[in-house]
């Protein structure tokens, strides 16, 4: 079973609007979530990190959380084309390592 | 604002040849990783250190591999015979306690191995 699954496929959204991603995780013991950006042959770039169930908002960015439904999400407000990026969902679960998803891909359409 | 560096940012190798990746992790940070990531895939841990010392390895992490913290900035990982499938985009990353989980992210190193 994969720790922490990212299963849409690339996501297009218009300028402005609101792009949303979802990842589900496997370890029901998991603590800490996090959201990395990365851009094409760059390093993942922190953008978000919850603990507690419930939202957390940063700016256009919000997290949520439901960890009785092993779920977190990532919502981007009033999206850029510079938020064009692969967006990758990462869990902390009884150890210090980060497992990762595959990540979903999104396009801001100018 | 503070950030962890690595170099060199492309190594290329031959196969069998051994191969020193280093790292400057964040000043006031006390956990180190690394992690690969190969082209198309996902992120992958390797191993995580604290107090000089190895505090987890993932299953990737061989007697291959090797970390060193050598002095008091630099963080390195050493592949000691590399394979074709050691090809990735190299990542360290620091964190500043085990309570502050967050992880900071270096720029990477490409190797690439022939």
């Known amino acids: 079973q994969k720790e922490v699954e990212q299963n849409s496929g690339p996501l297009s959204v218009p300028e402005g609007a609101i792009a949303s991603l979802n990842c589900t995780y496997s370890?029901?013991?998991?603590?800490?979530f996090f959201w990395y950006r990365q851009y094409s042959g760059k390093s993942p770039e922190l953008i978000m990190f919850?603990?507690?169930?419930g939202d957390k908002e940063d700016g256009r960015f919000t997290a949520q959380l439901n960890k009785a439904s092993q779920y977190v999400s990532l919502l981007i407000r009033d999206s850029q084309p510079s938020d064009s990026a692969t967006y990758l969902c990462?869990?902390?679960?009884?150890?210090?390592?980060?497992?990762f998803g595959k990540g979903n891909q999104v396009v801001v359409i100018p | 604002e503070p950030e962890v560096t690595q170099t060199p940012s492309h190594q290329v190798t031959q196969m069998g040849q051994e191969v020193i990746l280093r790292c400057v992790p964040i000043?006031?940070?006390?956990?180190f990783y690394w992690y690969r990531q190969i082209l198309g895939q996902k992120v992958e841990f390797l191993v995580s250190?604290?107090?000089?010392?190895?505090?987890?390895k993932s299953e990737i992490f061989d007697d291959q591999f090797s970390v060193e913290r050598p002095d008091g900035s630099n963080f390195t990982l050493k592949i000691r015979s590399t394979k074709l499938e050691d090809s990735a985009m190299y990542f360290c990353?620091?964190?500043?306690?085990?309570?502050?989980?967050?992880?900071?992210f270096g720029p990477g190193t490409r190797l690439t191995v022939t």
């Open positions: 990462a869990v902390i679960g009884g150890n210090n390592r980060l497992a």
């Open positions: 370890d029901r013991g998991s603590q800490s």
């Open positions: 919850i603990y507690s169930n």
């Open positions: 000043s006031n940070h006390l956990y």
């Open positions: 250190f604290y107090n000089n010392e190895i505090s987890e």
């Open positions: 990353a620091s964190a500043r306690t085990v309570g502050n989980y967050e992880q900071y």
